[in-house]
């Protein structure tokens, strides 16, 4: 998981690096496709945030119900 970390921190970058690049008072097509792509990699970093922390969350729970087995 630790590397789909890593893709979307540089794919945000990129897409960040794009909008700076073209900053303009008027908005035209290239801007709001970045935006909609900037709001795209910020739900799919939150995402895989969250399948993370769902993983951390069932490996405990995996290991203290192994370790309770053994215990017993």
């Keep these: 998981m630790n590397w789909l970390k890593k893709v979307v921190y ?19 097509a290239g801007e709001k496709l970045g935006k909609q792509f900037d709001q795209a990699m910020e739900q799919a970093k939150d995402k895989a945030d969250e399948m993370s922390d769902q993983a951390k969350d069932a490996y405990e729970d995996a290991k203290d119900k192994a370790k309770e087995a053994l215990d017993n």
């Excluded at 540089?10 to 035209?28: I, K, P, R, T, Y």
């Design 10 to 28: 540089v794919l945000c970058l990129v897409a960040m690096m794009a909008v700076v690049s073209g900053c303009e008072d008027n908005e035209g």
